[in-house]
C-alpha cells in the first residue's frame, strides 16, 4: 500500500513522501504518544485499522487529520517523523501546517525546520493560498522557534483554546504569506517530484 497521488517532495537533508505500508507501526504509535500530539492536538482515538484507512484516505478529504507525508532522511532512508495540515479554511484562503519529529533522539539537528519548509513549499506551490498558519502551545518552545526561523510571524495568542495535561494552555497563532514566503531567504530549495 502506498498513498497515490502525492508528489515526493525533495530537501537536501530529508526529503517527504507519501506513507507506505510499512511505515504505519511506527506512525501510529507516535501519533498515539501524548508527548507528541499533547502540545497542539487531542490525542488519537485510533485504531491501527481506522488510523490505516485515515491515511489512505487522506489525499482525497481535506479535513483529514491523518498524516499526510511521512519524513524521511536521505542519506540513510531513516524514517523521522510526519507532517500534515489541516483542512483549508471554510472562506479565508489559509490553512494550518502541523509537524512531529516523532524520533525524539534525532530532534534539534535541523529536520523539524526543513520538513516544515518542504510542507510549506509544497501548500504554496499546489494550492491558491494566501497565507499558511500554525498554532502551538505557548509552552512549546520547539515548535514556535521552527516556526519562527521559517520566517513566520507570531500573529496572537488564543487563549485557553487547548487542553493536555489537567489545565488548559494559552495557543500562539502564526503565519506566513505568499509573498513573504517568496522573499524570505531560505537554505531550503525543495523541488517537487510529480508521483509516480
Ligand atoms: C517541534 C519539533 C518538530 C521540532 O523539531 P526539531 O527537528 O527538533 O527542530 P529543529 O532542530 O529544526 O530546530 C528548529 C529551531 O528550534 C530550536 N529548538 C529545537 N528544539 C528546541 C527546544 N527543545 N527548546 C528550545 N529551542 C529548540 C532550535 O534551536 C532551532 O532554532 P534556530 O533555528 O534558532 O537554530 C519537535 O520538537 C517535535 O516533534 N515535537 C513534538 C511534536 C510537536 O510539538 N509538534 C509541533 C506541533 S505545533
Do not use: I
Not at 26 to 40: I, Q
Amino acid at each position: 500500500m502506498t498513498v497515490s497521488g502525492l508528489p515526493l517532495l525533495q530537501g537536501y537533508a530529508l526529503r517527504l513522501r507519501a506513507p507506505a505500508r510499512a511505515d504505519l507501526p511506527k506512525l501510529f504509535d507516535w501519533y498515539n504518544d501524548p508527548e507528541n500530539v499533547a502540545p497542539f492536538d487531542r490525542f488519537s482515538l485510533d485504531t491501527a485499522e481506522s488510523f490505516e484507512a485515515a491515511v489512505l484516505a487522506a489525499p482525497d478529504d481535506p479535513r483529514s487529520l491523518a498524516p499526510r507525508f511521512v519524513v524521511e532522511r536521505v542519506q540513510d532512508g531513516l524514517v523521522l517523523g510526519f507532517v500534515g495540515h489541516y483542512q483549508p479554511h471554510p472562506v479565508l484562503e489559509t490553512t494550518d501546517v502541523w509537524y512531529v519529529l516523532g524520533d525524539r533522539s534525532q530532534r534539534g539537528k535541523g529536520y523539524g525546520k526543513e520538513a516544515v519548509g518542504l510542507l510549506v513549499d509544497y501548500l504554496f506551490h499546489e494550492a491558491t493560498l494566501a497565507r499558511v498558519g500554525a498554532t502551538c502551545d505557548v509552552e512549546n518552545v520547539a515548535s514556535y522557534r521552527v516556526l519562527e526561523g521559517l520566517r513566520f510571524r507570531r500573529e496572537g495568542t488564543l487563549r485557553s483554546a487547548l487542553f493536555h495535561h489537567a489545565r488548559w494552555h494559552d495557543v500562539l497563532v502564526y503565519g506566513v504569506t505568499r509573498p513573504e514566503w517568496a522573499e524570505a531567504p531560505r537554505s531550503l530549495n525543495p523541488t517537487l517530484v510529480p508521483a509516480p
